[in-house]
């Protein structure tokens, strides 16, 4: 007599990894000589992704395998079976030989999710050919109206044992960060306090379009929450007086505090780093934001609390008191926007910090000339900040401490660039420390924006590639001193959007960097969540070969990338 299985009560929160599932279809008619070719191509393209893909905090995603070679219905059901059994929310395809679409791959692909990121990556061979077949499978599914990406890529013709060229597999690679990305972040969530700061709409969080789009929930906590917690002091002291130490061996005499009461204040910004960490563990949280501005601690007809500059710049960095960590994206001003973009940017790049600022100052080229000559500093052609002018991106808070040295920077030489002044007065009369760094030169990334459109439904993400810059110190201090001296600053300066555009598309305020992020990772992505690509630079080509990823087929049938992305949301 049947039975129901009682799967046990448990208090502890399981985060499964994104598990990736590797197979080939085959052709039955062949030398079976052939199959264990087929099964070595398999285990190969399996060891390239696990080497390849990275997740927040360094770990690989798990990669499985099948060596059952999917060639005909019976196979795609065992093989299915086997993927299904071992949790598989990505899959790769390598074929290496003709086959027939419908009993192979299309007959496998009837048991996962029709939503599944699926990738068919194959050699340009023309012995088999396994080509064709992606061809042919990739044109039947297109048409049928499932999004798959095709890679045909190059590996030897012959051979039991061949191995795939390194530009096939960094595309393989590229894809398959992409595709982790969307699924890791799929029943996640992330913690807001409060609401949209001091009525910023473009920071608005869209609850249902965040939900349905991405799979991400928003917990939104009032800010009281955070201020009990200060106040009952429900935080671990210890811990508290040893990040104390740390910021104190890291800082220095950069960190200002002139009285007993200014110390304190300071110590009670640290404690809020201690609740929200404890607080988003808990609730298994990957990002989150603050308000702040102006109920916690502007307004003064209320109890003004000290400033979060130092626990959103924790929170944005991979390291803290207690060495190495993941950052965990978090948006000042919980502008959620900023958080779907900074948390996607990070998992995209595998877990780099992610960069918060204020859409400042544009410094046009004419005016940038016009300041240095004033001010007696040289410059040349090979001054990108007197060629192209950049943006002055400068933010009371949120900006990582990695962002203060150059990438692979050790944590004390990245802080051994901060200082931490004290909060400016008229804008945050509850007192605390900012933080405050110039970004050097030469760190290469993208820079973007998410947006939201209540019109089409859409998200859209502007952005360009960028690479900061750095000037002469006379030249620096006084663009420094032109805005906010006393926070970070970060000299932006993007590669295709002239100065003119770059100051009318701004979708917000707000601005955000990551470095280590190629452009096809970041397409890929926005293919896997239907999110609009914008890059309204007219010096930007539609297409760039070997930067960006060709267009899924199914957006050519179905009237282009913007109509057909309209189709799959």
């Known amino acids: 007599m049947a039975s129901a299985r009682n799967l046990g009560e448990s208090n502890k929160v399981r985060t499964k990894k994104p598990v990736i599932g590797v197979f080939a279809t085959h052709d039955p008619r062949v030398n079976p000589s052939f199959w264990t070719r087929g099964q070595n191509i398999v285990k190969m393209t399996a060891d390239v992704i696990v080497k390849g893909v990275k997740l927040p905090g360094g770990d690989a995603p798990e990669v499985v395998y099948t060596p059952t070679l999917v060639k005909g219905e019976q196979s795609a059901d065992i093989a299915a079976r086997q993927l299904l059994d071992a949790g598989a929310d990505v899959l790769v395809c390598v074929p290496d030989a003709w086959c027939f679409p419908q009993p192979t791959l299309m007959s496998l692909l009837a048991h996962f999710p029709t939503d599944m990121p699926l990738n068919v990556t194959c050699g340009n061979s023309a012995t088999l050919p396994g080509v064709v077949f992606a061809q042919a499978v990739v044109g039947a599914l297109s048409q049928s109206g499932r999004m798959v990406h095709i890679n045909v890529g190059s590996w030897p013709d012959t051979g039991d044992n061949p191995k795939m060229t390194q530009a096939t597999a960094d595309a393989l690679v590229e894809w398959c960060q992409a595709a982790v990305t969307r699924v890791g972040l799929k029943g996640r969530r992330v913690v807001v306090f409060g609401h949209d700061s001091m009525g910023m709409e473009t920071a608005l969080a869209h609850v249902i379009p965040t939900r349905r789009r991405f799979g991400l929930e928003i917990t939104r906590l009032d800010m009281k929450y955070l201020a009990d917690m200060l106040n009952k002091k429900s935080y671990k002291a210890a811990e508290v007086k040893a990040l104390r130490g740390w910021i104190d061996k890291m800082v220095g005499k950069r960190l200002v505090t002139k009285t007993k009461a200014q110390s304190e204040l300071f110590n009670q910004s640290l404690a809020m780093y201690v609740i929200v ?41 991979t390291f803290d008191h207690n060495g190495p960590k993941a950052p965990k994206p ?17 998992w995209l790049s595998g877990g780099n910090a992610p960069l918060f600022m204020d859409f400042r100052k544009v410094w046009e080229p004419v005016e940038v000339k016009a300041l240095a000559k004033k001010l007696g500093v040289s410059f040349t052609d090979s001054d990108v900040w007197a060629t192209k002018g950049f943006v002055d991106g400068n933010n009371s808070g949120a900006a990582a401490f990695d962002w203060a040295a150059k990438p692979g920077a050790k944590p004390a030489e990245a802080m051994a660039a901060v200082s931490m002044p004290l909060a400016d007065p008229d804008y945050f009369p509850g007192g605390g420390n900012s933080v405050t760094f110039v970004t050097p030169g030469g760190i290469d990334g993208i820079a973007g924006r998410m947006a939201y459109s209540a019109l089409t439904d859409d998200f859209t993400l502007l952005w360009d590639e960028a690479t900061t810059t750095e000037m002469p110190e006379a030249l620096s201090e006084t663009v420094r001193k032109a805005s906010n001296y006393d926070w970070p600053h970060t000299w932006v300066v993007p590669k295709y959007a002239s100065m003119q555009e770059y100051k009318h598309y701004a979708p917000a305020n707000h601005l955000h960097m990551i470095r280590g992020l190629k452009p096809a990772v970041l397409e890929y992505w926005m293919d896997l969540c239907s999110v609009q690509s914008g890059t309204p630079w007219a010096a930007r080509p539609s297409f760039v070969d070997g930067v960006d990823r060709p267009a899924p087929l199914v957006y050519l049938l179905n009237g282009g990338e913007v109509e057909g992305k309209r189709l799959f949301k």
């Open 330 to 346: 978090f948006a000042t001003e919980s502008d959620m926007q900023a958080l779907l973009t900074m948390l996607s940017f990070s």
């Open 277 to 317: 960490r404890d607080l988003m563990e808990d609730l298994n949280a990957v990002g989150g934001g603050f308000m702040s501005q102006l109920e916690w601690g502007s307004d003064p007809k209320l109890i003004p609390m000290p400033v979060a500059d130092v626990m959103e710049s924790l929170f944005n960095s």
